[in-house]
């Protein structure tokens, strides 16, 4: 392993972007299937592994809705947060905001209830064994109406303590951020942070929407804003924080070719953008890999890799107390390095 490799490998960092449905392993979806009496309709884990190609973002949400089918009882939901939770310590990931799916398990008859009690089960299990603090993000399913959102936040109103904001996922073009101008109100009125994807595949009008209608306070993906110079000098000024995920890019052929991964250019142009897996049991690599591809394809040194993590931190939704001390953290890895190279 290189320098910059073992560096990244033990940068301390956040991720932000993370859809925990998006982490069931191929091993835990049979363990589970098997456990819920579910037939799959794959017959072993390599022909798992060999559906995962896919052509665009749609091809790929088909199957993850599918997959989610095996989901079930709150022991369920607890085994994939910690799956996660272990996997992204090992790449020193010491705070983690996750999305949750609602729509996907309640519209197949799954109480609400049940996936919030299993996900926190395992969000206390990474606080208390990992050492990790861990924020959560109900995102609402944008091929959906609005109306299906608003019933869904009627849901969380009991958890809204355990929520730290709304997010907005699922097939994206066709869908603008606009058509959920309400219920994001109504979420800020209750206090929740909001954040949207948008400009993932959709065009640049669908980030200027998730920022000037909805009003979200970090934007996920956001990739295509290097076709809008002057939203790019906007955002830049604003500080706005990117949640960019370089494999998923790839799998999802949204980026061709990694070399040319924006990344680069909107760090240059001094947006705040950070590293993510998004959905790592469907791409190819949790966190540590997504800043490894990039190291492997763009002029990136460690220096680079070293503010994307900064801005994990400064971007999240922690107090400023809790971030000064992980940038501390952060802060003394960097010149232990320093002084060992
Ligand atoms: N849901 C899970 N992963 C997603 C992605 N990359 N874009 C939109 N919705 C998603
Ligand atoms: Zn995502």
Known sequence: MNNLSQFIKGLPKAELHLHIEGSLEPT????????????????????????YNFNNLQEFLNIYYQSANVLRTEEDFRDLARDYFYRASRDNV??????????????????????????????????????MTVQLIMCFLRHLDEESAFTTLRMAEPWLDKITAVGLDSSEVGHPPSKFKHVFATARQKGLKLVAHAGEEGPPSYIDEAIDVLKVDRLDHGNRIVEDPLLVTRMARSGMTFTLCPLSNQKLQV??????????????????????????????????????????????????????????FLGSFLSDETVTHYIEVLDKYTASFEARA
């Open 94 to 131: 010491i705070h983690s905001e996750i999305f949750f799916d609602p729509q996907t398990h309640t519209d197949r008859g799954i109480p609400f209830d049940v996936v919030m009690r299993g996900l926190l089960a395992g969000i206390a299990e990474a606080e208390s064994q990992l050492g």
């Open 28 to 51: 835990l979806m049979f363990q589970l299937a098997e456990r819920n009496r579910i037939k799959l309709p794959f017959k072993d884990i390599e022909s798992v592994k060999e559906a």
């Open 255 to 312: 980026v061709k070719d990694l070399k040319k991964h924006p990344l680069p250019y909107m760090l240059k142009h001094g947006l705040r953008v950070t590293i993510n897996s998004d959905d790592p049991a469907y791409f190819g690599g949790y966190v540590n890999d997504n800043y490894q591809v990039l190291a492997e394809n763009c002029a990136l040194d460690a220096n680079d890799f070293a503010l994307i993590a900064r801005n994990s």
